[in-house]
C-alpha cells in the first residue's frame, strides 16, 4: 500500500517549440523604366503648342495695341489743332472791346469748325449747351454730348444724328431724333436722297419708293403709258398717265406723250433738229421739227 500511495502520476512537461523563426527579406528595387518614346512626342508637342500659344497671344496684343493707337491717333491731332486754333483766337480776343464774349465766341467757333468739343471746357451753363451741341453737330457724333445732361442732352443728340443721318444717308439714324418735326425733316431729306440716287436699300428706304421712282421716270422720258403700269400704286398709275399726256420735260410747248407718240421728237430736248426753233413753235407754224 505505501508504494502505491507514494508512486505519483508523472507531471506533463510544457514543450517548447523547436522551429526556427522565419526570417522575410525585402525584394530589390525594380530599376526606373526608360520613358517610352510615344510621351516624349507628347512632351515635345505640348511645349511647342504652349510656345506658340505666347507668341499668338504676344501678337494680338502688339496688333491690338497699335489699331488703338492708329485709330485714336487723328482724334488726338483734331484735338491738338483745336487747342492750338483756340489759344490763337483767344489770344486777339485780348485786344476786342469785350475779351469776355470774344473768348466765348471763340470757342464755340472753334467747336463748329473742327467737332472738338474739348474747346468747350471753359465754358458753363448755357454757352457749354450751345458748344457742345455745335461741336456734336460738327462732328456728326453724339459722343461729346456725354458732357451735358437733361435737355441739353437731348437736344445735344437730336442734332448729331440729324447731322449724321445726312452725312450717311441713314434712315435709321432720323429714327432716334426724339424732336418729332426734326425727325420728320431729317426722314423727308434722306429720303430725296436715296431717291435722287436709287439707293433705297443702302438708305434703309422702303425699296418700293424707289422702283416707283425709276418707273415714273422712265414714262415720263418714254412717253409710254405701258411704263406707267409697273408703278405700285393705282393713284400713282392715274397720275402717271395723265401727267405723260400733259407734262412738258424739256419746255418746248409739247407734252412728253405727243412728243415721243405723235411727232416723235425728243421728249427732253426742245429744239430736236437743232435748226434754233423749238419743237412746239415749229409744231404750231405747220413746219416739221424733224428737219431743219
Not at 238 to 262: K, M, P, Q, R, Y
Amino acid at each position: 500500500m505505501e508504494d502505491l500511495e507514494t508512486q505519483q502520476p508523472p507531471v506533463a512537461q510544457p514543450t517548447v517549440a523547436t522551429t526556427a523563426p522565419v526570417f522575410y527579406s525585402l525584394a530589390p528595387e525594380e530599376a526606373p523604366r526608360p520613358t517610352p518614346w510615344y510621351r516624349k512626342r507628347q512632351l515635345v508637342v505640348m511645349a511647342v503648342s504652349f510656345a506658340v500659344a505666347l507668341f499668338v497671344i504676344g501678337g494680338v496684343v502688339i496688333f491690338a495695341s497699335n489699331w488703338f493707337a492708329q485709330k485714336n491717333a487723328p482724334a488726338k491731332i483734331a484735338a491738338e489743332e483745336a487747342s492750338s486754333m483756340l489759344a490763337d483766337k483767344v489770344s486777339a480776343c485780348d485786344q476786342a472791346l469785350d475779351p469776355e464774349t470774344c473768348k466765348n465766341g471763340a470757342g464755340m467757333q472753334v467747336a463748329n469748325a473742327t467737332g472738338t468739343a474739348e474747346v468747350c471746357n471753359g465754358l458753363t451753363g448755357e454757352l457749354l449747351d450751345s458748344c457742345v451741341s455745335l461741336a456734336a453737330r460738327a462732328a456728326a457724333s453724339i459722343s461729346a454730348c456725354g458732357k451735358l445732361d437733361g435737355a441739353a442732352k437731348t437736344a445735344c443728340e437730336d442734332g448729331a444724328y440729324n447731322a449724321e443721318a445726312q452725312t450717311k444717308n441713314d434712315l435709321t439714324l432720323c429714327a432716334k431724333i426724339v424732336d418729332q418735326a426734326l425727325a420728320l425733316g431729317c426722314g423727308s431729306r434722306v429720303t430725296e436722297a436715296a431717291l435722287a440716287n436709287n439707293s433705297c436699300v443702302a438708305s434703309h428706304v422702303d425699296p418700293v419708293l424707289c422702283s416707283d421712282r425709276q418707273s415714273l421716270l422712265t414714262a415720263m422720258n418714254s412717253g409710254l403709258e405701258s411704263a406707267c403700269t409697273a408703278l405700285s400704286d393705282e393713284e400713282a398709275r392715274i397720275d402717271c398717265i395723265n401727267g405723260i399726256h400733259s407734262l412738258d420735260v424739256d419746255g418746248d410747248g409739247l407734252s412728253v406723250f405727243d412728243e415721243v407718240n405723235t411727232h416723235h421728237t425728243d421728249p427732253v430736248k426742245p429744239d430736236t433738229d437743232g435748226d434754233g426753233y423749238t419743237d412746239g413753235d415749229e409744231v404750231s407754224t405747220g413746219h416739221d421739227p424733224l428737219k431743219k
